[in-house]
């Protein structure tokens, strides 16, 4: 298949067989459960591009999330994002990976990106104080927030990934927890 690159920046536009093609790094985002107080674990951030669809703010909950732009094992990835975006410490070794570890397409009519999605299990020790977080060299700045279980069905999601997370986990992975 022929290609051509169209632009590169973040991202690398391509042409290939005549339709246009979004090249970006995959990712890997980590749903964060604290058994103990029956509470998931998310962040709040201002996305960009959420403002050009026409969120006001574009602020934007989701899991905690990063790219595999580095050569790192996606567990330890995994592992610094949690920390980076949520001020939460996990080991690697703690850190499940959904559908047996196989990357999800985010949006394969247009983007090369496959999400590996993952779970961790938590304890009220492993949460830093303080609720804001992020990477200032990457210009990013989260907000921890947390939501209570038994709200969880009913807490507005707008972001696929993490829709995808609450599913999984409502459909069976915290029973018994």
Do not use: H
């Amino acid at each position: 298949m022929d290609r051509v690159v169209v632009y590169r920046g973040f991202a690398e536009i391509l042409k290939a067989d005549g339709i246009e093609v979004g090249r970006v790094s995959d990712g890997v985002a980590v749903l964060v459960y604290e058994k103990e107080g029956r509470r998931v674990y998310l962040t709040r951030q201002r996305r960009v591009p959420m403002v050009i669809a026409g969120m006001d703010d574009g602020v934007i909950t989701e899991a905690a999330a990063g790219r595999c732009d580095r050569n790192l094992d996606i567990r330890k990835l995994a592992a610094e994002e949690v920390y980076e975006e949520l001020g939460i410490s996990v080991a690697p070794a703690d850190i499940r990976l959904i559908n047996d570890g196989i990357p999800l397409a985010s949006s394969p009519g247009y983007l090369t990106e496959r999400i590996t999605l993952a779970y961790v299990e938590i304890t009220p020790e492993q949460i830093a104080p303080g609720e804001q977080f992020g990477k200032s060299d990457e210009r990013e700045v989260t907000r921890r927030i947390f939501i209570p279980l038994d709200q969880l069905d009913s807490f507005e999601i707008q972001d696929l990934k993490t829709f995808a997370l609450i599913q999984w986990f409502l459909r069976g992975a915290f029973k018994g927890r």
